[in-house]
């Protein structure tokens, strides 16, 4: 059964919604008291797991960005149309050099929690923490799906995440809550292990974006991520609902646009 998009008013998305006027840009020294003023009155001081995630994530966008202006070619950079992936995850595995594999060491793990972020990775761990034939890594590495980490650092850096097995059934693992995401992550996580047990934790989108939002937002009042962190989302729950507004009565009109135009009027363009 097809979707009937003949009958879907695309225009009237958004329409009868009350959209405030977009608020006018605010000066860095506004900014700067506002950061200010989060920073004392936050109760929450300790955001000790927040800091090393971001930090992670952070250090590894930075790493990929860096090798992108050095090299200046294709090899290094994630591609966006989603017809490239496939293309594009061969040419990493056939251009790069790749990292000796030490296929039989024990600490290698077993199964991957790759994500999703913001929908339990964390709580998800903690109880297989408890579990006394599982042995997590150090921390989350970032190692798949960061080209510093993996081309340069290699095994040697990978395998001190993890401590040797204490028994025989003792399986390690890890949780990296981007791999699933992750063009480069797939074939090397492949080339690994063909066989390693993959576990992607699914929920409620709206539910992990809020709880994305809210992160980056405690983390820029609490001082630990820069302010343009949340550059076109707002740095409130009432500016980020007013932004939506705006963009969805502007997905409204865009759909409109492809219905008309995509295709001379058939969507197929
Ligand atoms: N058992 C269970 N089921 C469903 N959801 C749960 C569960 N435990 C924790 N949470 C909520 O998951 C949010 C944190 O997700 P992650 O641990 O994956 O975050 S992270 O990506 O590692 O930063 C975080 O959401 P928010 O509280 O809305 O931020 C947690 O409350």
């Known amino acids: 059964m097809g979707f009937d998009y003949d009958h879907v008013k695309f225009d009237e998305i958004g329409k009868d ?18 950061l200010e003023f989060d920073i004392k009155d936050d109760p ?20 990929e960005s860096a090798a992108q202006k050095v090299s200046g070619d294709e090899k290094t950079r994630e591609p966006q149309a989603a017809n490239d992936r496939a293309n594009h995850a061969e040419l ?11 296929k039989d060491d024990p600490r290698l793990p077993k199964f991957i929690v790759v994500g ?8 998800t761990q903690h109880f ?12 989350e590495t970032y190692f798949f799906n960061n080209d510093h980490k993996y ?14 097995p204490t028994h025989d059934h003792q399986m390690n693992y890890e949780k990296t809550p981007t791999y699933y995401k992750s063009v480069r992550a797939q074939p090397r996580i492949k080339a690994m292990n063909e ?25 820029v009042g609490t001082g630990k991520f820069k302010a343009d962190k949340l550059e076109g989302f707002g740095h409130t729950l009432d500016e980020f609902n007013r932004n939506l507004k705006v963009t969805l009565k502007n ?19």
């Not at 797991?49 to 590894?60: F, G, P």
Request: charged share 30%; with cysteine; proline share 4%.
């Open 251 to 269: 997905l409204g009109d865009f759909l409109e646009d492809v219905k008309q135009n995509e295709g001379h009027g058939t969507m197929e363009g």
């Open 44 to 63: 929450v001081k300790e955001v000790k797991d927040l800091h090393t995630e971001e930090e992670l994530i952070e250090e590894s966008v930075k790493e």
């Open 128 to 139: 297989l923490h408890n579990h006394p034939d599982l042995q997590q890594a150090k921390q």
């Open 92 to 102: 990493m595995m056939s251009v790069n050099n790749q990292p000796a594999i030490p």
């Open 17 to 34: 919604l009350k959209v405030d006027p977009v608020p006018k840009k605010k000066t860095v020294e506004q900014k700067k008291v506002e």
């Open 151 to 164: 081309l340069e650092l290699g095994y040697d850096w990978y395998l001190n995440m993890y401590k040797f």
């Open 116 to 123: 999703v972020m913001k929908c339990g990775t964390g709580a």
């Open 195 to 219: 066989t390693v047990k993959l576990v992607n934790i699914a929920c409620d989108n709206v539910r992990r974006t809020l709880s994305r939002f809210l992160h980056l937002q405690h983390g």
